[in-house]
């Protein structure tokens, strides 16, 4: 059974720092992209960066370039979001993804398997 579980999230003033852990099982990790995606109430959901673990290679959505840093430890089938620089315009619920291809995320087509999401809140 795939599982994806994100953890980590919490509430957290402007300008702080969270880390969220996205723990993989039921899958091979290593052939797999990780996606994290975010989730504002009345918004629609926005891809915010992923990885590949077949390459390495990561990607951003510009508005968290700079501040957000995506990584993956393949030995603890978990992918790592640290998030710097808060702002309230990152309050959502954030959710992680797999996907066979990283092409995906670029796509903006749907990953194949979700974790259920995690609150995330920045206060002003």
């Known amino acids: 059974e795939v599982q994806l579980v994100e953890s980590g999230g919490g509430l957290v003033q402007a300008g702080g720092s969270l880390r969220l852990s996205c723990a993989a099982s039921g899958f091979t990790f290593d052939n797999y992209a990780i996606g994290w995606f975010r989730q504002a109430p009345g918004k629609e959901r926005e891809a915010v960066s992923c990885?590949?673990?077949?390459?390495?290679?990561?990607l951003y959505t510009n508005s968290v370039k700079g501040r957000f840093s995506i990584s993956s430890d393949n030995a603890k089938n978990t992918v790592y979001l640290q998030m710097n620089s808060l702002k309230p315009e990152d309050t959502a619920v954030y959710f992680c993804?797999?996907?066979?291809?990283?092409?995906?995320?670029?796509?903006?087509?749907?990953?194949?398997?979700w974790g259920p999401g995690i609150q995330v809140t920045v206060s002003a």
């Open positions: 990885i590949s673990n077949i390459d390495g290679r990561t």
């Open positions: 993804a797999a996907d066979p291809s990283i092409s995906t995320w670029l796509l903006g087509t749907e990953f194949d398997y």
